[in-house]
């Protein structure tokens, strides 16, 4: 989940920085994503963002990314959607979500702009190529697939255990020595009719060499 959520927004940054053409615009986006990215850094990020506007974010991420799916001959035509939606986003971010969001212009020492000013200037030509479509792609399945519940097995110890594994992945490990530093060991396996229990005087008895079956 963690991964999803970083790659999410690492994808997201990317196509609407690359999108806006307007300097000032951009300045925003990267000001508002420091913010973000500092308050991760310093743990204060549900201090410095409001949650219930997330709702609403993801409601008008989902339109954006549907628009920028579209076939490549029709995004010409989609620019003027493409373009309120984008104010929408960044509105609800600056008014919705962030606390001290009517701060970010004024800090930047911008021109003052009308919201129907801002993010006009556009590259729609951008997601064009096929790999900026294939992250557009991805980033609006992660976004719009919901697990169900009728996914969750309803035999207790299979929970159980999916879930045991599910844990174990993010478990902390000590870091495996080298294989030149690591004991060698050897495998025994009976061939015929040898004998393949031993007491603990038999393990340790010592044959005619001094060595004995533990040594091995």
């Not at 850094?41 to 991420?61: N, R």
């Not at 309120?84 to 930047?108: A, C, K, P, R, Y």
Request: with cysteine; net charge neutral.
């Amino acid at each position: 989940m963690y991964l999803a959520v970083v790659e999410c927004y690492e994808t997201l940054k990317d196509i609407i920085y690359n999108l806006l053409q307007d300097k000032e615009d951009k300045m925003i986006v990267s000001h508002i994503c420091d913010k973000v990215e500092w308050s991760i850094q310093e743990h204060t990020f549900v201090k410095k963002f409001k949650m219930s506007g997330l709702p609403s974010l993801s409601e008008k991420l989902e339109k954006f990314l549907t628009l920028l799916r579209a076939e490549d001959d029709k995004l010409e035509t989609l620019k003027p959607q493409i373009v309120n939606v984008l104010q929408d986003i960044v509105e609800i971010i600056l008014q919705d979500v962030m606390h001290d969001g009517h701060l970010v212009t004024e800090n930047l020492c911008l021109n003052t702009k009308e919201r129907g000013q801002r993010y006009v200037n556009i590259d729609t030509d951008f997601t064009v190529n096929k790999s900026v479509k294939e992250k557009v792609i991805r980033l609006h399945l992660l976004l719009t697939v919901k697990e169900s519940t009728k996914n969750v097995p309803k035999n207790l110890d299979a929970r159980r255990r999916i879930t045991f594994f599910a844990n174990s992945l993010f478990m902390n490990m000590s870091k495996a020595p080298k294989v030149r530093n690591m004991l060698s060991f050897s495998v025994l396996t009976p061939y015929y009719k040898e004998d393949v229990r031993y007491s603990i005087e038999e393990l340790n008895k010592e044959n005619e060499n001094g060595i004995s079956i533990l040594f091995y």
